[in-house]
């Protein structure tokens, strides 16, 4: 058998606050043994399971891999403004007049992440 991912790893400023914005966008859960302050933060959800580091360097350059989220109750626009409510910043807007495309956003320590168009949105 393969090997299998089992999380996905950010290093960042602030485990812990990085999570529950994480936590918060996924519709996820932070770890029950997880405090502010503490050096490292897991965030499960349905889609993957992430681990946030705390690390004494500053993002310093663009992400060379960054996830894509699909919304799964609501539009990707709905999605978008959900998002921003939670912390997050628009870093690209891709979005074509006919409806494809996609946002690039920014979580609150800058690392990258895109919002695609919901499955009912591209059946239609």
Same mark, same amino acid.
């Given at each position: 058998?393969?090997?299998? +991912? ?19 966008? =996924?519709? *996820?859960?932070?770890?029950? &043994?997880?405090?502010? #302050? ?8 349905? *889609? ?14 663009? %992400?060379? +891999?960054?996830?894509? =989220?699909?919304?799964? $109750?609501?539009?990707? $626009?709905?999605?978008?403004?959900? =998002?921003?409510?939670? *912390?997050?910043? +628009?870093?690209? $807007?891709?979005?074509?007049? $006919? ?9 609150? &320590? #800058? %690392?990258?992440?895109?919002? &695609?168009?919901?499955?009912? &949105?591209?059946?239609?």
């Amino acid at each position: 058998m393969a090997s299998l +991912v089992r999380h996905v790893t950010f290093d960042c400023s602030d485990a812990y606050t990085l999570a529950q914005f994480w936590a918060a966008a =996924l519709d *996820g859960a932070l770890s029950d &043994e997880d405090f502010p #302050g503490d050096p490292e933060a897991l965030v499960t959800s349905s *889609g993957a399971t992430l681990l946030f580091v705390t690390v004494p360097d500053a993002k310093a350059v663009k %992400n060379r +891999v960054h996830m894509d =989220l699909q919304p799964q $109750d609501r539009t990707r $626009d709905e999605e978008v403004e959900r =998002l921003l409510t939670l *912390g997050a910043t +628009v870093f690209g $807007d891709h979005r074509r007049p $006919d409806g494809t495309g996609w946002v690039t956003m920014t979580d609150p &320590e #800058g %690392n990258e992440f895109c919002v &695609e168009r919901s499955a009912a &949105e591209r059946a239609s």
